[in-house]
């Protein structure tokens, strides 16, 4: 019997697994993947003659293993081995409305490969489904979630600049990485074309200067190589393996297991409580049990709903925690893949040194300080960039003096801007399962999910906007993508189990506990009753701190 159990050990999970170390609960974290050594099974070190086929990953072996997570722009022949096979994890769609579910079943789950720019929501993202009549009013307000947001980010490390924007609110912010030449000229340019706009560092889960207690976990300050996705030996950004399991089994209160896939959550009708999770192993598919007084969901937003959903009982025969009926529904992710690239020829004479993990930002402005024609609004995260030698010789004929020469020259900086929309939540984009069982006898994810015409209005805009300020700085556009992604490839899912006030049209309170079963709590993605149009994990990261202060406090109260 353990005092928590925690489904998940990615980004929530992790978080969630060391504020209920670190209070005195004997926490087991279930992890349905293969165990990973920080460093040791990173490719970071790996040069580029060292990696195989030039780091690509073989065509045929993409079409037969990859055919999903290859859109994700970080899967290669170096990182190949965090992704799952989507041939060994299948799940469905309907034909018409694709959805890309980029996965890492591993130990650390995706906070191995995620991206690592780190926003807070803002009080109008708080208030937005209240006002606007989308969605379910959240049970709390951006104050309600400052001070965790506040502890996440001196844990985990954000570095970043204060700005002072009411729409992108400041954190506990290590030095930023700063802008380089051509993204200052190109902020002067926009900045005084479009007062309302701003062209900020972007904020990043990278340690610019590690402090002290970074350095207690054996993390150090980024090398700027730009890697990440491989795994980083230095422990220079955040990432369950390196930060928050690390510092959740210095307590001597962590227990992990991998290898183990969750079928279901137990549920005792007489105490209305969760009393353990059912768990299948990944190799011998035999199956056990593991017991808690209290549990923690942080398999993901699609994986938490599947086992919710599978979790059938007398009581809950729709699935745990589903009188409301909203479990598996209001899906969202971002509107993403919507881009636009210019040229800079008029931008400075100078080159810069390193490769930063993070670029430019542009806040919110759409329906802040200058109106839209829709809903919510959009930011922007992007670069401008200076290609070096590779771009004036690669591909190109040449031979001795005419080559070597061509070799010295810089060609002209290039701006790339990529928008990130908010999308509105819709009970009919949902997770359902299937009749169909995958290899472990789990029933296989059914997603049925699409953009609306609020998120397609905000794609055009995104790109209209986008052309204008590269217009500004005196570029020209080469090209703009105004057909949004599919669902699923912004890997910013959430929804499914949403917070809110009213137990018949949520399912979780206003401390991600379920209404229906006093101990259960959710903390990753499915939590959202909004998506924003930031990314997501630091919110869930804050939840995750908040949910776990306060099932301590209650657990100690006998209350749960």
Not at 26 to 32: D, H, P
Not at 83 to 107: C, M, N, Q
Not at 410 to 427: I, R
């Amino acid at each position: 019997m353990f005092d928590a159990i925690v489904i998940g050990s990615g980004m929530s999970g992790g978080i969630a697994a060391k504020e209920l170390c670190e209070r005195g609960l004997k926490t087991l974290v279930i992890e349905r993947g293969r165990k990973i050594e920080h460093g040791a099974d990173y490719t970071d070190w790996m040069q580029p003659w060292e990696t195989p086929n030039a780091n690509m990953i073989p065509e045929e072996e993409l079409a037969s293993d990859y055919a999903v997570q290859r859109q994700c722009y970080a899967v290669s022949a170096a990182t190949q081995q965090y992704w799952v096979k989507d041939s060994e994890h299948p799940y469905t769609t309907p034909a018409d409305k694709p959805f890309a579910w980029i996965r890492g079943y591993h130990l650390g789950g995706r906070s191995l490969m995620w991206g690592r720019q780190s926003y807070r929501l803002a009080p109008i993202d708080f208030e937005a489904n209240a006002k606007d009549g989308h969605g379910v009013d959240w049970p709390i307000r951006y104050d309600d979630l400052a001070p965790w947001y506040d502890h996440v980010e001196r844990f985990i490390g954000v570095s970043g600049s204060k700005e002072g924007l009411d729409q992108l609110p400041d954190g506990e912010f290590l030095p930023p990485f700063g802008l380089n030449d051509a993204e200052i000229q190109f902020k002067q340019a926009v900045e005084a074309k479009f007062p309302g706009r701003k062209v900020i560092p972007g904020r990043v889960a990278n340690l610019s200067h590690a402090q002290p207690h970074h350095e207690e976990l054996g993390r150090t300050s980024c090398q700027n190589r730009s890697l990440c996705e491989r795994g980083c030996t230095y422990g220079a950004y955040h990432s369950s393996l390196s930060s928050s399991l690390p510092a959740a089994e210095r307590t001597g209160n962590l227990t992990i297991v991998t290898d183990a896939i969750v079928h279901s959550i137990v549920h005792d009708p007489k105490t209305g409580k969760a009393t353990g999770v059912r768990v299948i192993d990944t190799h011998t598919k035999k199956h056990r049990t593991y017991e808690a007084k209290v549990i923690f969901g942080c398999a993901s937003t699609i994986g938490t709903a599947q086992i919710l959903l599978n979790s059938k009982s007398q009581a809950f025969p729709t699935g745990l925690a589903n009188s409301s009926d909203m479990v598996g529904r209001n899906l969202m992710d971002h509107v993403y893949a919507v881009t636009v690239v210019g040229v800079l020829p008029g931008g400075p004479n100078s080159y810069y040194h390193g490769r930063r993990p993070t670029g430019l930002y542009i806040p919110r402005f759409r329906n802040v300080t200058e109106n839209g024609d829709f809903l919510r609004g959009f930011g922007y995260q992007g670069a401008v960039l200076r290609p070096g030698w590779r771009s004036t010789l690669l591909g190109k004929p040449g031979i001795g003096a005419e080559l070597k020469k061509r070799g010295r020259g810089l060609a002209p900086w290039v701006v790339a801007m990529a928008g990130f929309g908010e999308m509105l939540p819709n009970p009919d984009n949902r997770v359902t399962l299937s009749d169909k069982t995958d290899q472990w006898g789990m029933p296989i994810v059914h997603i049925d999910c699409a953009m609306g015409e609020n998120e397609h209005k905000i794609a055009e805009q995104i790109v209209a906007d986008g052309k204008a300020m590269i217009q500004a700085a005196g570029g020209f556009v080469l090209s703009g993508e105004s057909k949004p992604g599919v669902p699923g490839l912004g890997i910013h899912e959430m929804g499914t189990a949403r917070m809110g006030k009213d137990p018949k049209t949520s399912v979780l309170n206003k401390f991600n506990q379920a209404h229906d079963v006093p101990n259960l709590f959710i903390t990753d993605g499915s939590a959202m009753t909004s998506s924003g149009c930031q990314n997501p994990s630091l919110t869930y990261m804050a939840l995750s701190a908040r949910a776990a202060d306060h099932a301590a406090k209650l657990l100690k109260e006998g209350a749960i």
